[in-house]
C-alpha cells in the first residue's frame, strides 16, 4: 500500500518530471527531479543523457552536472569513469599538446584503471607514451592479442627512431666534413622512406638554402670583404649581381663580360653614364691593371689583381675597400684553390684547415655562414650570410 499512496500522493515536480523525461528533456527531467528531493533519479537521468548524446561536449555536460550532484560514492565513480572516456575521446580526435593537456589526459586514465576499464586507460596512456603503464593495463585487460601488437609496433618505432638517428648523425658527418652533397644526399635517401618526418625535411631544407648557388658569394679573406664571382656577365650596381653602393650608382649600372681577350667592363645603361679615368665610355674596356672606372659622380672602382685573380676594388664610394673578385677557372688563395661547378662553390684545402672548429683535409662545399681556419697555413676565410 506504501507503494501505492507514494504515487498517489506525488508531487507535481515529480510528475512533470517523468513527463520531460519521456519527451526527452533531459535537462528539465534532471532539475525537475531534484527540486522533487530525488537526486538519484536526476542523476540517473543525467547518466542516460550522456549515454545518448550526439557529442562529446554534450557528454561532458551530461556528465559534469551528475557527478556535481551524486549522493553516494558509486554513483560519482560511475560518473567519472564515464567523464574519462570523454576526455579520452577528445584526446583521440586532437592529441595533447600542452602540460594541461597531458594532465588531464592522465587523470582520466588514472581514473579508468582505478574503476576496472583497462582497455580505455590503456588507450589513454598510449597517447601519454606511457609504455609501462599501457602494458600494465592490457595485460590486466585480458587483451593479450592487443598487447602482443602493441610490443610489435613498438620494436618497429624503435628501429624506425634507430634509422632515423643514424641518417641525421650520418648527414651531420658530412655536412661538418665539408661533403654537403653528400650530406643532402644521405637525407634525402631517408626522407624518400619517411615522408612524413617534416622534421628532417625542414632541416634538409633549411640547409640546402644555405648553399652557394648562382655562382657567387660574398666573403671575407684575412679581413678583406669580398664580393666571388665565378659565373659571366655578371651586373654591377646598386641591385645587380655585384652589389655597390652610391647615389650616382643604378640598380644594374654596368656589365662585367668574359672575351677572347680577357674580361671586359662596359655600361648598361645607367643614368649617371661610367668613365674610365673621368672619361666617358661608349663601348667595352677591358679590365687591366691600374684602369679606374668611374660609376656616377661619388664610385670609382680599380681594376687590379688579387692573389693572382682579376679584381674590381672599390677606391671610391660607401663600399671603400671591398672587392670583386673574378673566378675564371680556379682561384688560388693562401688557405687553397676556389672553384665554381654548376653554381656551387668549392673549396680545396691547401693543407690542413678546420671547418667551423672541425679539422678537414677534403674539399669543401661551401655553404653561407662557413668559417675556415688555417692550421698548416696561416688565414681565414668567412663565407658571409
Known amino acids: 500500500m506504501s507503494g501505492f ?16 523525461e519521456v519527451e526527452g528533456r533531459f ?15 536526476a542523476f540517473r537521468v543525467l547518466v542516460q543523457a550522456a549515454e545518448g548524446a550526439e557529442s562529446l561536449t554534450r557528454r ?6 551528475a557527478i556535481a550532484i551524486a549522493r553516494t560514492d558509486a554513483q560519482r565513480d560511475v560518473a567519472r569513469a564515464s567523464l574519462a572516456r570523454v576526455v579520452v575521446a577528445e584526446y583521440e580526435a586532437r592529441p595533447p599538446t600542452s602540460d594541461d593537456d597531458r594532465i588531464r589526459l592522465h587523470e582520466a586514465a588514472t ?42 609496433e ?55 638554402s644555405t648553399l652557394v648557388d648562382r655562382g657567387r658569394f660574398d666573403a671575407r679573406l684575412d679581413g678583406t670583404v669580398l664580393s666571388v664571382v665565378g659565373v659571366l656577365p655578371c ?58 672606372f668611374g660609376l656616377g659622380p661619388d664610385l670609382t672602382l680599380e681594376s ?7 679584381s674590381l676594388l672599390v677606391a671610391r664610394g660607401m663600399d671603400r675597400g671591398k672587392r670583386v673578385v673574378f673566378v675564371r677557372d680556379r682561384w688560388t688563395t ?14 680545396t684545402p691547401t693543407g690542413l684547415v678546420k671547418l667551423l672548429g672541425q679539422r678537414v683535409v677534403a674539399p669543401i662545399v661551401l655553404a653561407r655562414g662557413d668559417r675556415i681556419d688555417g692550421v698548416d697555413v696561416a688565414g681565414s676565410l668567412e663565407v658571409l650570410r
Open 5 to 20: 499512496w507514494s504515487k498517489l500522493f506525488r508531487s507535481r515536480a515529480e510528475v512533470e518530471a517523468e513527463r520531460a
Open 27 to 41: 535537462d528539465d527531467a534532471a532539475r525537475l527531479y531534484v527540486e522533487a528531493g530525488q537526486r538519484d533519479e
Open 60 to 65: 561532458r555536460d551530461y556528465l559534469s552536472r
Open 111 to 152: 581514473d579508468l584503471e582505478r574503476a576496472g576499464h583497462f582497455r580505455e586507460a590503456a588507450t589513454a596512456y598510449k597517447q601519454l607514451a606511457d609504455r609501462e603503464a599501457m602494458e600494465r593495463c592490457l595485460v590486466a585487460s585480458g587483451d593479450i592479442d592487443s598487447f602482443e601488437k602493441e610490443a610489435t
Open 154 to 208: 613498438a620494436q618497429d618505432q624503435e628501429r624506425t627512431r634507430l634509422r632515423r638517428r643514424n641518417a641525421i648523425e650520418t648527414f651531420e658527418g658530412f655536412w661538418s666534413a665539408g661533403d654537403r652533397e653528400g650530406a643532402l644526399s644521405a637525407l634525402d635517401a631517408w626522407l624518400r622512406q619517411n615522408t612524413e618526418d617534416h622534421e628532417a625535411r625542414a632541416l634538409a631544407d633549411e640547409r640546402r
Open 235 to 292: 651586373t654591377v650596381g646598386r641591385e645587380a649581381g655585384v652589389i655597390v653602393r652610391g647615389a650616382g650608382v643604378s640598380r644594374e649600372h654596368c656589365i662585367v663580360e668574359a672575351s677572347p681577350e680577357g674580361l671586359t667592363l662596359r655600361d648598361n645603361g645607367s643614368r649617371n653614364g661610367t668613365t674610365l679615368r673621368g672619361i666617358a665610355m661608349s663601348g667595352a674596356v677591358l679590365l687591366e691593371d691600374g684602369a679606374q
Open 304 to 310: 687590379d689583381t688579387f692573389h693572382g685573380a682579376h
Open 334 to 347: 693562401p688557405l687553397g684553390t676556389i672553384e665554381f661547378r654548376g653554381g656551387r662553390a668549392v673549396f
